[in-house]
């Protein structure tokens, strides 16, 4: 590689890093415990499993859907009904309201249910620490724009893994693999360090890169599929106003109707009428494959939501079924435990390769960038003049 050639992919490893170093920090840290959100919920008096058939199935134990519905907005009588989720390992049923159908997520509602029973497993909560971490990890609290904003640092710590990787090239053409040149300066040892964790850990920083830019479009991408391929399944037209609860029919009704055509498969939650994920005038099931790779990956069946009959059923476009693999695989849950503690500690390498940088950066004026160009064009021979403090 040309002395230019260097020095170009220098630059943009050392702005690109800079630029998204603090927000990956911050990314890094509030994604750490959100690995084990599963974990700390328990621990912090989530709602004990239920033992019994799982809420999606049509067990004749089970209260139909249209009475549990019942009881959540009669729980919550001036709100209207959002979602209805299911736990495929327990007769646990979750039913989300809101004042509006596209009411904004701070004012929504999640009642949880027993549909053994029909009680209500847990009131309505507050905000739990979780929540705000997790919103905090999503979009800073600034919503959408957040969103984006930290996608496009996902970008620009993707360019920063690649220009990094293609200086590591010549950098170690004369080194062995993993060399820590511990004789050398404090510098020299954490630049080691620096490279050894970062491209131990390329491939994982790489997928959680492109993963959480993915992750940031979720909003568009779920606007375009309502306005494109949910639109065209149903011929619905925009202004038309959502079918209001009192004019929606059995929601069982509806159900069976899906269930016979996506046979094998798993409700994961319905969405009603006028909501993100359904149209103005339908009731939209979701179902999860069977397999392990499958249940990532959602088929709707939108149904009428005032007659119950089927209206269509057809695969979730690239790129939303490209959202749906990206948000488990983001976070490490889909492998269980081992895979999550495997997530962690790359994690807290990442956090390294960041401090790491930051250290090296703060080193730049000792000496000048023709010198840092020679010590990768050397192959890590050249030596940087030390400073004082080294």
């Excluded at 067990?59 to 729980?75: I, T, Y």
């Excluded at 497993?121 to 930290?150: C, K, N, R, Y």
């Excluded at 950066?361 to 160009?373: E, I, K, M, Q, S």
Aim: charged share 15%; with cysteine; net charge neutral.
């Amino acid at each position: 590689m040309t002395t230019s050639a260097v020095r170009t992919w220098y630059l943009i490893h050392k702005w690109t890093s800079l630029v998204c170093t603090a927000f990956l920090f911050m990314l890094c840290v509030t994604g750490l415990p959100l690995i084990f959100h599963d974990e700390i919920d328990r621990l912090t008096g989530g709602p004990p499993p239920l033992q019994g058939p799982a809420s999606s199935s049509d067990s004749p134990g089970l209260l139909p859907l249209d009475a549990m519905l019942q009881r959540a907005l009669a729980e919550r009588p001036v709100e209207v009904p959002l979602y209805m989720a299911f736990d495929n390992g327990s007769p646990l049923l979750t039913v989300t309201t809101g004042p509006a159908p596209d009411a904004a997520e701070a004012d929504m509602t999640l009642l949880l249910f027993d549909r053994i029973t029909g009680r209500m497993v847990a009131p309505p909560g507050e905000e739990g620490f979780m929540d705000v971490l997790l919103q905090l990890h999503t979009d800073m609290f600034l919503g959408l724009p957040g969103m984006l904003f930290l996608g496009f640092m996902g970008v620009l710590f993707v360019a920063a893994l690649v220009s990094g990787t293609v200086l590591y090239a010549p950098f170690m053409r004369k080194l062995d693999f993993g060399t820590l040149r511990a004789e050398r300066s404090r510098r020299t040892k954490w630049l080691d360090w620096h490279n050894l964790l970062g491209i131990t850990a390329l491939a994982w920083m790489t997928v959680v890169g492109v993963t959480g830019f993915i992750n940031a479009l979720a909003t568009p991408l779920i606007d375009s599929w309502r306005a494109d391929a949910a639109a065209e399944m149903t011929g619905s037209k925009e202004g038309v106003s959502a079918l209001p609860p009192q004019r929606y029919g059995s929601l069982d009704k509806a159900m069976a109707s899906a269930r016979r055509a996506l046979p094998g498969n798993n409700p994961q939650f319905v969405a009603f009428p006028g909501g993100a994920f359904s149209t103005p005038g339908h009731y939209a099931v979701f179902f999860q494959g069977a397999t392990p790779f499958t249940q990532r990956l959602l088929t709707p069946a939108l149904i009428d939501g005032a007659t119950g009959e089927l209206t269509d059923v057809r695969p979730m476009p690239l790129t939303m079924k490209a959202l749906q693999l990206s948000q488990p695989l983001h976070f490490g849950d889909y492998g269980g435990l081992p895979l999550k503690l495997l997530w962690a500690t790359l994690t807290c390498s990442t956090l390294v390769v960041l401090g790491s940088g930051i250290y090296l950066w703060l080193g730049r004026r000792r000496a000048p960038l023709a010198a840092r160009v020679r010590e990768v064009t050397s192959g890590g021979r050249a030596t940087l003049v030390p400073s004082p403090t080294e």
